[in-house]
């Protein structure tokens, strides 16, 4: 059974700079497609960003393309990254993080296998 572990989120000024960080635990980590998603107050869970097993494709929403990276280790932590630059009040959520054996396409679709439990990001304005 996959295990995902997310952490990083916090509280930050709009402007500001956060790291989340997702642990991937109990299959082969480069057989999963990876992603965040994101889910605000009264609002559904929307995608943010996916990247593909080996890493060389990647999506992003509209509203995070140029702010947020995404990344992954495959070699050694077994970890996917999402860098975010620039947050915005607007980018307060809970994010979540997700694994889809089926690709990077369906995962963006929000098909995935696992979900992990949410990390809370809030930009202050």
């Known amino acids: 059974q996959v295990q995902l572990v997310e952490s990083g989120g916090g509280l930050v000024q709009a402007g500001g700079s956060l790291r989340l960080f997702c642990g991937f635990s109990?299959?082969?980590?480069?057989?999963?497609?990876m992603g965040w998603f994101r889910q605000a107050p009264g609002k559904e869970r929307e995608f943010v960003a996916a990247i593909s097993w080996s890493g060389g494709t990647t999506f992003y929403a509209d509203s995070v393309k140029g702010r947020f990276t995404i990344s992954r280790d495959n070699a050694n932590k077994n970890t996917v990254y999402l860098q975010m630059n620039g947050l915005k009040p607007e980018d307060t959520a809970v994010y979540y993080c997700a694994a889809g054996s089926r690709g990077v396409g369906p995962l963006r679709q929000g098909r995935s296998d696992y979900w992990g439990q949410g990390t809370q990001v809030t930009v202050s304005s």
């Open positions: 109990g299959r082969t980590f480069s057989n999963y497609a």
